[in-house]
Each structure stands twice: as structure tokens, then as C-alpha cells.
């Protein structure tokens, strides 16, 4: 579905479909944003390791920590570009125990670990590279870009099509909480957020099945 197809859906359900409008378009594509972001963070809808503007972060001699891309929830694996295996995930305690002086070590090489463990929204390498790599990761993450109102029938969310109904219910669970005689009713609210609610767990249930069977988050199928 397109944005301004989903738009128009909402506004439909909402008891507002023709002019003029209780809801801008501005308002139903913040709401949009916020149900893709949502879902994105809940259930891990967008799996990525190819574009680079995210996924790729090259190494500067001797540093060891990197900011990654906010729209990044979960790294999964990171590996050397150049290399077939991938560095192993260690946390700070296990650093810690294994390597005790790895702060205060001067020595540099090709990193052999990471940890998200040392400093926030960072992925820390040990040990420190020696050389300029290409750190490739394979991520979890939020929408490459946020959806807007400009051409909306040019626009579509990134996670799959099959779950944008689903989003719906979000929008107008934040529809029916404007203030104003015509806009505010906490029943529908509730009644939507329940149903998004609903769609939300669902998604974490789905997630948290495939990571006990170690399998390659896809698409969920729950709904089918």
C-alpha cells in the first residue's frame, strides 16, 4: 500500500473521509512513522547488511569505539569486509575476565571481538585495529528514511506490504486522543489500541520463536 492509500483507509475508518478534513495529512503520517518505527523496534521487521550508509563503518588506526547509525536496533554480526568469518560478540565482563589490561594495551592488529557493552550507541573492537578495515555489519533497523507528506502516493513503508493494515490501527489510536469536540473519543482510542496492541505482541512472540530456533527472521507469519 502506498502512503496515501493507507492515509485514505484512515481516514475512512475514521468517520472522516471527505473534506473537510478533521485530520491533516501531516498528522496521519506522523502516526504513520511512529506504527512503522514501532513495529520495526517490536518485531525486528527489517533485516539489513548491504546498505552501506548503515551497515558499513570504516576503522581509523588505534581507535577502537564507533558510533553507529541510530536507525540501527540490533546488531547482529559483524565481520572484517575482507575476511569470511565474523568477529565474535564478547561483553564488557567478559572482556574484562579475559583480557584485563585491554583499555590500557597500546597493541594494534586486526580486531578479533566486538562488544556494545563499553560505550552507549557504540560498537567497540578489540583489538585496536591497526590498519583501515571495513567493519560490515548485519543489523536490525529502523526505516532508512521517515515518511513524509510530500507526493504521498509516491511513498511506501519499507517493512513488508502485508503488515500496513496493521498500522492503521495505530493511526487511529492516536486519531481518536486529539483533543476537539469532533476528534477526541477514548472509546475508539482504546478500541485501536487494543488492536495494536494485539498486532504487537503478536510480533514479539513471532520474534522471540525464530530466536530460539536460531532461524533467519523473515516474514511473520502469524497473521496469515
Given amino acids: 500500500m502506498d502512503v496515501q492509500t493507507i492515509v485514505d ?6 468517520g472522516n473521509s471527505v473534506e473537510p478534513y478533521l485530520w491533516i495529512d501531516a498528522e496521519w503520517v506522523k502516526y504513520l512513522n511512529e506504527a512503522q518505527n514501532e513495529a520495526c523496534r517490536v518485531g525486528y521487521l527489517i533485516r ?22 541510530s536507525r540501527i536496533i540490533k546488531i547482529i554480526t559483524a565481520k572484517i569486509s575482507t575476511d569470511t568469518w565474523y568477529l565474535q560478540q564478547i561483553t564488557r565482563d567478559q572482556l574484562d575476565n579475559r583480557y584485563p589490561n585491554w583499555l590500557g594495551t597500546t597493541v594494534k592488529t586486526k580486531p578479533r571481538y566486538f562488544t556494545l557493552g563499553y560505550q552507549s550507541g557504540k560498537i567497540t573492537l578489540y583489538a585496536k585495529p591497526g590498519a583501515v578495515y571495513t567493519v560490515n555489519m548485519t543489523v536490525y533497523r529502523n526505516p532508512t528514511a521517515q515518511i513524509t507528506t510530500t507526493t504521498m502516493s509516491g511513498q511506501t513503508p519499507e517493512i513488508d506490504s502485508y503488515y500496513h493494515p496493521f498500522l492503521i490501527d495505530h493511526m487511529l489510536y492516536r486519531a481518536f ?4 469536540a469532533e476528534t477526541y473519543d477514548r472509546g475508539k482510542s482504546t478500541e485501536h489500541f487494543q488492536l495494536w496492541n494485539k498486532f504487537l ?14 532461524g533467519t527472521i523473515g516474514l511473520h507469519k502469524a497473521f496469515r
Fill in 177 to 180: 486522543l486529539k483533543p476537539g
Fill in 201 to 214: 505482541n503478536q510480533l514479539k512472540r513471532e520474534k522471540i520463536a525464530f530466536e530460539d530456533n536460531q
Fill in 48 to 69: 539489513d547488511s548491504e546498505t552501506s550508509a548503515i551497515c558499513n563503518i570504516a576503522t581509523v588506526d588505534g581507535i577502537r569505539s564507533y558510533a553507529y547509525d
Fill in 9 to 14: 483507509e484512515a481516514r475512512l475508518r475514521s
